[in-house]
Nanobody, 125 residues
């Protein structure tokens, strides 16, 4: 059973930065792909960024150029560096992972089988 724990959320002013972390246990690095999602009350969870096990990443249009997804397989941890944050990006951010034998990634929540509990990011402007 894969267990994910996010951290790094908090309050940040518009234009500021945060780095979210997601520590994983109970999995092997090979074959797992990862995603970061966010959700605000009353809205659907939306994909923010995704990364395949070979390190190839893809981003939602609204975060391209501002967010960076990285992974450290030695530490079983993935990261989301968020720069130039906007007030409307206040949300609970979730990391997720799934297993696929192909080199695969997805911004769709349907693709993922394991989810963390979420970490809150709040605009403090």
């Amino acid at each position: 059973q894969v267990h994910l724990v996010e951290s790094g959320g908090g309050s940040v002013q518009a234009g500021g930065s945060l780095r979210l972390s997601c520590a994983a246990s109970g999995y092997t690095a090979r074959g797992y792909f990862w995603g970061w999602f966010r959700q605000v009350p009353g809205k659907e969870r939306e994909g923010v960024a995704t990364i395949a096990f070979d390190g190839n990443a893809a981003y939602a249009e609204f975060v391209k150029g501002r967010f960076t997804f990285s992974q450290d397989n030695a530490k079983n941890t993935v990261y989301l560096q968020m720069n130039s944050l906007r007030p409307e990006e206040t949300a609970v951010y979730y990391c997720a992972t799934g297993l696929n034998p192909l080199n695969y990634y997805s911004l769709g929540s349907y693709a993922y089988t394991n989810w963390g509990q979420g970490t809150q990011v709040t605009d403090s402007s």
